[in-house]
């Protein structure tokens, strides 16, 4: 093949493979990079989506200081995400272990475990959160058949309202689950025949051995929950609307209100890029300390 003809078919692959990815680009671009720069010039910007965006500078992000919805959603938002990621993490990593065997119908019961995190973040199963723990709800009913009778329901009270919103969290932890799987399938089967024969038992065999090897898995799993439990919003939305008290007004429910029930849409792209710099800055935190507990395995 000549030079020219080699060239010629490149030009031909390239056109192929830019048609073929077309459809993603446009909508990446149309839905996503040209929203946010809008979204961050708004917010520098007077907008009540009414009106033609006015230039304030760095006024929407100096109000926040003094803005008591945005400290009480922050609060909220870190309660709720550093109590959730560690529960769903221990759970779907315990589960994970219990289902990393050879029986009978196993696929099945994984199958089972993992629907919670196809339909866990709709909202008919917000709604059905909101029956089970509300006034009337399965829970009360429950504590009455037993002979304790309480005038308040979980959601109506401002301590537990948020725990059953975490409840609805840790359930959804099948995506994790199947994480932690495939990574325990990885460990080699001589590691745990070599700790038996020297005697270690079930709970050193984990610490020294299932552990470190999946210690990759983990900080893939504590990025993507810790990413996902900043941005919860349909749980607060659907279940509590923020109450009672706001002990529920979790950061992005805020965000929302501030948009559209109030209009303030240029103090809203503001809030959404604080959120953007929390998690970049989470993350970028987690990155730099993965040296001292993330163990990979050299080749």
């Not at 509300?134 to 005038?151: D, E, P, R, T, W």
């Not at 959804?172 to 745990?192: E, H, N, R, V």
Request: with cysteine.
């Amino acid at each position: 093949m000549t030079k020219t003809a080699f060239q010629s078919k490149r030009s031909k692959d390239n056109a192929t493979g830019y048609i073929l990815i077309a459809p993603w680009l446009i909508g990446f671009f149309l839905m996503f990079l040209v929203p946010m720069v809008m979204s961050l010039y708004l917010s520098f910007t007077n907008y009540t989506m009414l009106n033609v965006p006015k230039w304030i500078g760095l006024k929407n992000y100096s109000r926040m200081l003094t803005d008591k919805d945005f400290w009480q959603s922050l609060k909220v938002t870190f309660s709720y995400t550093f109590i959730l990621v560690p529960l769903r993490l221990a759970f779907a990593l315990i589960v994970a272990m219990i289902l990393n065997t050879k029986h009978k119908g196993i696929g099945v019961y994984r199958a089972v475990y993992y629907i919670p995190s196809i339909i866990g973040g709709s909202i008919a199963v917000s709604i059905i959160w909101k029956e089970i723990f509300g006034n009337n709800g399965v829970l009360m009913s429950l504590l009455g058949a037993f002979g304790i009778h309480q005038k308040v329901s979980v959601l109506g009270n401002p301590h537990t309202a948020i725990w059953a919103i975490i409840s609805l969290g840790v359930w959804q932890f099948g995506s994790s689950m199947l994480i932690f799987l495939a990574a325990l399938k990885q460990i080699p089967a001589t590691y745990y025949e070599a700790a038996r024969i020297d005697g270690a038992g079930s709970f050193c065999i984990f610490r020294k051995i299932t552990l470190p090897m999946i210690t990759p898995v983990i900080f893939f799993n504590l990025v993507l929950q810790l990413i996902n439990g900043f941005k919860v919003f349909t749980e607060g939305y659907i279940i509590t609307d923020g109450g009672p008290m706001n002990s529920t007004l979790f950061y992005v429910l805020n965000l929302y209100r501030r948009a559209f029930t109030y209009f303030d849409m240029g103090y809203s792209c503001a809030l959404a890029w604080i959120l953007i710099l929390i998690m970049g800055i989470f993350t970028a935190v987690l990155f730099k300390t993965q040296d001292s507990w993330v163990y990979y395995e050299k080749k």
